[in-house]
């Protein structure tokens, strides 16, 4: 149990369907974080949010749309995806302005068909 | 782009000490050096940080050379359970206090 659970633990859905990842965090934390990876590829940074305050978008393209209502929650919307979407999407959080680890839920596995 | 590099695989015999090497060479004076581990279809698991003391936990100690620019994560007694994808990342808390990750080292835990 890290405190950071996510669900669905995995997913397939066609490239025209509309779902959501949800993420959610018992730790007390200030900042959350999505991360993506694909096969055989680093975890990639998508985005960052700050106190709900979402303080970076690396470059991610916009059928992937968060939403963090309140620091214990984070979403990512996912409309019109696209096969190569598919891969394990992880969900983190911290405490910002502290040297305090990041800590990661066990992600959701997402298929694009 | 990730700042360490680390070999990308390693060996340990079960029972035995494992030494996970990184180099770090362009650290600054306020990066930490984070270590986490995957194991397989789980997300990252924190182990260990530090920023230039040596550091040990239940799970692992950290020596940081004096200069700053290597380190070492030491699991003391390897078992099957550790065998993962170690990482070794340098992160400012002075900005966004994100994580990058580069491929990190395999390390291969056996009978």
């Known amino acids: ?113 | 782009d990730a700042k360490t590099t680390q070999p990308p695989s390693m060996d340990c015999a079960e029972g035995r000490a494992a030494n996970l090497p990184c180099n770090h060479s362009t650290i600054s004076g306020n990066e930490y050096v984070y270590w986490y581990r995957q194991i397989h279809s789980q997300g990252p698991q924190y182990i260990i940080h530090g920023l230039k003391n040596n550091e040990t936990n239940e799970m692992a100690s950290l020596i940081i050379t004096e200069d700053r620019k290597s380190s070492t994560l030491i699991l003391p007694h390897a078992t099957l359970r550790d065998t993962a994808v170690y990482y070794c990342i340098v992160r400012d808390t002075g900005t966004a206090s994100k994580l990058t990750f580069g491929t990190g080292t395999r390390l291969q835990v056996t009978l």
Not at chain 1, 11 to 32: I, R
């Open chain 1, 1 to 113: 149990e890290t405190g950071v659970t996510q669900t669905p633990r995995h997913l397939v859905m066609g490239m025209t369907n509309k779902k959501s990842l949800k993420c959610e965090q018992h730790l007390g934390h200030n900042a959350m974080y999505w991360y993506k990876q694909s096969a055989k590829k680093p975890l990639e940074l998508m985005f960052v949010y700050n106190f709900k305050e979402q303080t970076e978008n690396n470059s991610v393209p916009s059928r992937f749309s968060p939403e963090c209502p309140n620091s214990s929650h984070l979403f990512l919307h996912l409309h019109t995806l696209q096969p190569e979407d598919s891969a394990l999407y992880l969900c983190a959080s911290s405490q910002e302005g502290l040297s305090s680890p990041l800590h990661f839920g066990n992600g959701t596995r997402l298929t694009v068909t």
